[in-house]
T-cell receptor, first 114, second 115 residues
Framework: GAGVSQTPSNKVTEKGKYVELRCDPISGHTALYWYRQSLGQGPEFLIYFQGTGAADDSGLPNDRFFAVRPEGSVSTLKIQRTERGDSAVYLC????????????FGPGTRLTVL | AQSVTQPDIHITVSEGASLELRCNYSYGATPYLFWYVQSPGQGLQLLLKYFSGDTLVQGIKGFEAEFKRSQSSFNLRKPSVHWSDAAEYFCAVGAGSGGYNKLIFGAGTRLAVHP
């Protein structure tokens, strides 16, 4: 079956613009995660969904970042008023259930803010 | 706070040589520990994990790791490296309530393999 897919693969935007990043999890996976990987760093947790609700959003850096998962499948990460420091690879992962289950990662979206 | 340290940013080994990548963690309770590999253009792939039980765990691609509670370490090893093992390797600890629901990663170790 298909793995986690993320679109677009690359996104270039200008400082101050709004962007949306999309994640399609593996079919049947109820848990979905967003991570951010800056250059030379490991992935950093942003938010975790169980079904439609955000169970843990403690990693979102500020109120410019928001994520939704309205039907418990596809998720969108939204960034308002982008800043150059938001440039990173945004990774999505999904798992069957939450705790103890392996997280399967997508290839990521590389966001560049000029 | 939970954290993971990977002391080596870059490691270079010759093909056929043995490999050990170091990982130290800080976590108050019994840790859930992972090693992931990331190749260029690929997503993160799980190599192996430790939850409990035998402290020596076997993974895919011939990798193994040993959990040492006294040293707060979870080092990754492979007896004979192949050129295709060149990639970035991340150690991670699972955090959250009722098991784990997020991963805390180290900064990674980039492995280069000389022919």
């Amino acid at each position: 079956g298909a793995g986690v897919s993320q679109t677009p693969s690359n996104k270039v935007t200008e400082k101050g613009k709004y962007v949306e990043l999309r994640c399609d999890p593996i079919s049947g996976h109820t848990a979905l995660y967003w991570y951010r990987q800056s250059l030379g760093q490991g992935p950093e947790f942003l938010i975790y969904f169980q079904g439609t609700g955000a169970a843990d959003d403690s990693g979102l850096p500020n109120d410019r970042f928001f994520a939704v998962r309205p039907e418990g499948s596809v998720s969108t990460l939204k960034i308002q008023r982008t800043e150059r420091g938001d440039s990173a690879v945004y990774l999505c992962a999904s798992s069957f259930g939450g705790s103890y289950n392996e997280q399967f990662f997508g290839p990521g979206t590389r966001l560049t803010v000029l | 706070a939970q954290s993971v340290t990977q002391p080596d940013i870059h490691i270079t080994v010759s093909e056929g040589a043995s490999l050990e990548l170091r990982c130290n963690y800080s976590y108050g309770a019994t840790p859930y520990l992972f090693w992931y590999v990331q190749s260029p253009g690929q997503g993160l792939q799980l190599l192996l994990k430790y939850f409990s039980g035998d402290t020596l765990v076997q993974g895919i691609k011939g990798f193994e790791a040993e959990f040492k509670r006294s040293q707060s370490s979870f080092n990754l090893r492979k007896p004979s490296v192949h050129w295709s093992d060149a990639a970035e390797y991340f150690c991670a600890v699972g955090a959250g309530s009722g098991g784990y629901n997020k991963l805390i990663f180290g900064a990674g170790t980039r492995l280069a393999v000389h022919p």
